[in-house]
């Protein structure tokens, strides 16, 4: 009995597993939720229109990656809210550990005009490119 029981929750946790887990490599279970929900994050495209950047401070380079001389791009993902606020901010391409946090320091600082979705805000995923150039 009890073996039937364990196998049974294990059964029930994979099947969670498998719920959870994004179905491209992409968080969009929060697409999933009914468009009436305040939370619900849209991809761009399908009538969302891109928020536009309204404050975009640059980036400083860190001493280490400036007396190595790395040049680069750093992909920041992120959640730009309805309120045009930035959240939930991930390193998709790494360049340098310290122009990574500079990279991320800088974007959670951004402001945008917010997505839209039938000429009301909302929240939207968005990958962002922050330029490391020396000259």
């Not at 309204?54 to 001493?63: G, M």
């Not at 800088?106 to 945008?112: C, N, P, Y």
Request: no cysteine.
């Amino acid at each position: 009995m009890i073996g039937r029981r364990s196998l049974l929750l294990a059964q029930i946790l994979v099947l969670a597993s498998i719920v959870a887990l994004p179905l491209d490599g992409s968080a969009r279970l929060a697409q999933e939720q009914p468009e009436n929900t305040s939370d619900t994050v849209y991809e761009l495209g399908d009538g969302v229109t891109p928020p536009k950047a309204i404050y975009q401070p640059d980036p400083e380079y860190s001493e280490r990656a400036r007396k190595k001389k790395i040049n680069g791009t750093v992909i920041v993902a992120m959640i730009v809210t309805a309120e045009g606020k930035v959240r939930d901010l991930k390193i998709i391409k790494s360049l340098d550990k310290g122009l990574d946090k500079q990279a991320i320091a800088a974007v959670s600082k951004w402001q945008f005009q917010p997505a839209t979705k039938g000429g009301k805000p909302v929240a939207v995923h968005l990958p962002v490119e922050v330029d490391f150039r020396l000259y």
